[in-house]
Structure formats: C-alpha cells, structure tokens
C-alpha cells in the first residue's frame, strides 16, 4: 500500500441522516469513522465542519449533526455558512471531517461551486479528511449530479464533486427507474448506484465498494442494456 492510500480514508454517502445514530453489535456506526483516525489526532482536535448549503442552513439539521458526533466525542464543530466569514474558511481548510447535508442538490452545488468549497474539500479528501454526504450531498460527491424531475419525466445534468466515479441516487420510490433511465441517456459504460433509504455506501480509495447496513445496487449501461449488481453490507 502507498503512502497516499494510507492517507486517503473511504467516503461516506448515507441514504439519509438514520446512520449518523445507527448501531450493531459493533457499536456505533460513527465509531467506525473514528477509528480511521488511528489515534493521530486527539478527540478534542478533531474538527468537524457541517455544510448546510443544501438545506439554507437550517439550524435544527445542525443540532442532529453535532448531537451525533456527541456520541463519539467530538465536539469541535461547526456549520461552515453558505455566505462564509474569514472563520469558516479558516475552519473548513483545517477539518478533519467534512458533511455535506441534504436538501435541494442544485441549490446546495451552486452554493459549494460559488465559494470555491469544491477546491477546499478535495484538498482536504486528499490530505486525509473523511467526507460524508447525506442524500444530496452523497449525490454532490458523485460524478454528476442528477435530480429528476417529475414533470417531464428527464434528468437534469449538474456538475458535482466527481470524488467517487458514479452518479448517486438515493431513497427513491421508483424502483430506480429514474436512474436506469438517465444512465440509458448517458451511453454505453455508464454507472450508477442506488441508496435506499437507511442505508449508506463507503467507497474506498481502491475503489472498492462496500454497502452499510442494508445492500445498495450498482448499475451498469452496458450496450444500451442495464446490468445490475448488489453489493452488500460487509
């Protein structure tokens, strides 16, 4: 293993917020995360920002943020504001933990693209920052952004973070028509994968997949024709 793998921890895409409290036998999914740290850094100098940018900043989606990293004692956190002051900044290049949380994915990209956070959080991935994205923000971490919308039954292509190779759909109803169909559009060698809800991915830096909890579906255009695989829970 080279140094830079040994450096680079998994990224997290969570269905939605249930993981950030979810427990097993293991103990707590969060602990999980810790552990990645290996004791290099001490609890009360982890830094954990929270980007709310997708959902205005809501504060009450801040307080679940922050009371989940309570469980594992971690407690210097902060909400990196959508219209930031020098501290944010500061805050955000320095953390050791990055989520972006759910909302309206345009509005929260847009938002990540206009204060040049896309270049701060993928410095930070690369420097050994844990990334964790819930709904929307799993989605930013994909390869693009796709939202789609019911009126005219078509995806809607944005840009994204690209970190992890393809495009993220989660919790949706429609037995992940909507995704199938854009990857259709997108041509041969396509990939997707599906979230459900309660559920959560990790993808490693051998791009290795492993599913959380509950078994996601990684989908492939493949000839025009999708192929479709589970990937379980380890």
Same mark, same amino acid.
């Given at each position: ?16 917020? $249930? ?14 995360? *810790? *552990?990645?740290?290996? =004791?290099?850094? *001490? ?31 971690? /407690? ?16 955000? %290049?320095? #953390? ?10 345009? *509005? ?7 204060? =040049? ?17 819930? #709904?929307? +923000?799993?989605?930013?971490?994909? @390869?693009?952004?796709?939202?789609? /919308?019911?009126?005219? %039954? ?5 840009? #994204? ?16 028509? +909507? @995704? ?6 997108? +041509? ?5 994968? +599906? ?5 959560? @991915? ?7 997949? %492993? ?16 192929? $479709?695989?589970?990937?379980?829970? #380890?």
């Amino acid at each position: 293993m080279c140094n830079l793998e040994k450096i680079i921890k998994p990224i997290y895409l969570l269905a939605d917020s $249930q993981l950030l409290f979810y427990s097993n036998r293991d103990g707590l999914f969060l602990d999980r995360i *810790k *552990k990645l740290f290996n =004791g290099d850094i *001490k609890d009360i100098e982890i830094k954990a920002a929270y980007i709310g940018a997708s959902n205005n900043d809501n504060p009450q989606y801040y307080e679940i943020f922050q009371m989940a990293l309570q469980q594992i004692d971690i /407690h210097n956190c902060r909400m990196i504001k959508s219209d930031p002051d020098a501290a944010d900044t500061i805050f955000l %290049k320095n #953390s050791d933990i990055i989520l972006l949380a759910g909302g309206d994915v345009e *509005k929260g990209w847009e938002t990540i693209r206009r204060n =040049g956070w896309n270049r701060i959080i993928t410095e930070r991935y690369t420097s050994g920052a844990i990334l964790i994205g819930i #709904s929307a +923000g799993a989605i930013q971490l994909g @390869l693009r952004e796709f939202e789609e /919308h019911v009126d005219t %039954k078509r995806g809607k292509d944005l840009d #994204s973070l690209r970190l992890v190779p393809f495009i993220i759909d989660v919790h949706t109803d429609d037995l992940w028509q +909507g @995704l199938k169909e854009h990857l259709l559009s997108e +041509g041969n060698g396509a990939q997707g994968i +599906g979230i459900p809800k309660g559920a959560g @991915l990790a993808y490693y830096s051998d791009e290795s997949l %492993k599913a959380i909890r509950f078994e996601c579906i990684e989908f492939h255009n493949l000839n025009n024709r999708i192929q $479709q695989s589970f990937i379980q829970p #380890s």
